[in-house]
Nanobody
Framework: QVQLVESGGGLVRAGGSQRLSCVVS????????MGWYRQVPGKQRELVAA???????NYADSVKGRFTISRDNAKKMVYLEMNSLKPEDTAVYYC?????????WGQGTQVTVSS
């Protein structure tokens, strides 16, 4: 059983920074593709950033240059460092793990950016 638990959300002012963390239980963490998604009410969940098992990353255009995803395989953790936050970054952020057809989600953590 794979479980993902996010932490680090909260209220931050525009221009500020915040770091999200996600701890993954279960084995084989190092071979999962890990990602961060976000969702606002009434909209589809969207990919923010992903990091492959080999360390390669990709980002949504809206966060390039501001957000950084990283992983620590020994600790089974994935992080999202968010800088220069904007009010439009306000959303529930979800941690995601993928391995072939298997997809796992965390419960989400709210990030609110005030203007």
């Amino acid at each position: 059983q794979v479980q993902l638990v996010e932490s680090g959300g909260g209220l931050v002012r525009a221009g500020g920074s915040q770091r999200l963390s996600c701890v993954v239980s279960g084995s084989s963490f190092s071979i999962y593709t890990m990602g961060w998604y976000r969702q606002v009410p009434g909209k589809q969940r969207e990919l923010v950033a992903a990091i492959l098992r080999g360390g390669g990353t990709n980002y949504a255009d809206s966060v390039k240059g501001r957000f950084t995803i990283s992983r620590d395989n020994a600790k089974k953790m994935v992080y999202l460092e968010m800088n220069s936050l904007k009010p439009e970054d306000t959303a529930v952020y979800y941690c995601n793990a993928k391995l072939g057809p298997m997809i796992y989600w965390g419960q989400g953590t709210q990030v609110t950016v005030s203007s």
